[in-house]
């Protein structure tokens, strides 16, 4: 596969994974914030702002948020600026992305382009948000072949998910809730229900840090992402090695994973802060070994006066 196309593949996974997360973490914040008065706003804002990597040196208040992250085109976080970059990703590579995926992409890309999303009620727009990412992604998987392409796609997604989800672990260990805020962070993994179905009337940050970081089933977890992600590098890489891995790339996700598999809860929840900020730069250093191993050189070709 041309380089080109898998990138565009890969970074079309992270960004429609990307836009979803991110209307989910603000759908639960911006519940939070309404349901209880006592809450200090200005400091929730600041944390979520930072485990999102955003720097803002303005006043921190539910407008910069919604600003940032839902629909500031410059802002690289926000919403609008994923979507935007996956239509580019999906218009470098529309020789293989499907006729109905790029469509969902591109309709999705005008709608929000538009400005629609400020003229809406902000829950209104998150649901927007969720439904077109979901309708993308299911796109992909049901009208892509699920070939050496779609490895690529799922490679990116899975990436991206396992460093959401990292980060609002990481902005749950800035809250002094304790179990109030791993209520908010499940919720916002959109996992409240998978959790509470296994593990029934226990609701200690305990079993919620457990099930967000090690849960084997559950598909926005640390451990499924990591598990997904090594699949999807070993099809890639599909020569029989008897020892080490099939690139850089392979070896740092599976040292995070066995890493995980290894270590007790109590002494990843003793040291959660450093975890999750660890396992961000897993995520970075993953997708620089991927980029140097299949998209060096992966340049869109340009048409100039009938030339290439």
Request: aromatic share 6%; glycine share 6%; charged share 25%.
């Amino acid at each position: 596969m041309l380089s080109r196309i898998a990138e565009a593949l890969f970074w079309i996974g992270r960004y429609i994974e990307r836009a979803e997360c991110t209307s989910r973490i603000l759908d639960v914040h911006l519940q939070v914030l309404i349901e209880d008065p006592t809450i200090d706003r200005e400091a929730t804002c600041r944390s979520l702002l930072a485990a999102m990597g955003v720097r803002y040196d303005g006043e921190f208040d539910q407008a910069a948020v919604l600003r940032l992250l839902l629909h500031d085109r410059s802002s690289t976080a926000s919403v609008v600026s994923a979507i935007e970059a996956a239509r580019e990703s999906a218009r470098r590579s529309r020789e293989v992305v499907s006729t109905e995926m790029w469509e969902a992409i591109n309709t999705t890309f005008n709608q929000l382009s538009s400005g629609q999303l400020t003229r809406m009620r902000p829950a209104d727009a998150f649901r927007l948000v969720r439904e077109r990412s979901s309708m993308i992604a299911s796109m992909a998987d049901g009208t892509l072949s699920h070939d050496t392409g779609w490895q690529f796609l799922v490679l990116g997604r899975s990436i991206e998910r396992v460093d959401m989800t990292a980060r609002l672990v990481l902005s749950t260990t800035y809250s002094p809730g304790s179990a109030s805020s791993w209520q908010t962070t499940l919720r916002a993994c959109g996992a409240h229900h998978a959790f509470t179905r296994t593990y029934r009337a226990i609701e200690s940050p305990r079993a919620a840090a457990e099930f967000l970081l090690l849960d084997r089933l559950f598909p926005r977890s640390i451990v499924f992402g990591l598990t997904q992600a090594a699949a999807c590098l070993e099809v890639l890489d599909p020569r029989q090695r008897r020892l080490g891995f099939g690139g850089d790339a392979a070896r740092i996700i599976g040292q995070a994973r066995a890493s995980l598999d290894v270590r007790s809860l109590s002494d990843l929840m003793s040291e959660l802060p450093r975890e999750m900020e660890a396992l961000q730069l897993v995520c970075v250093e993953a997708t620089d070994a991927v980029s140097k191993r299949y998209f060096e050189g992966a340049v869109a070709p340009e048409w100039l006066g009938g030339t290439q």
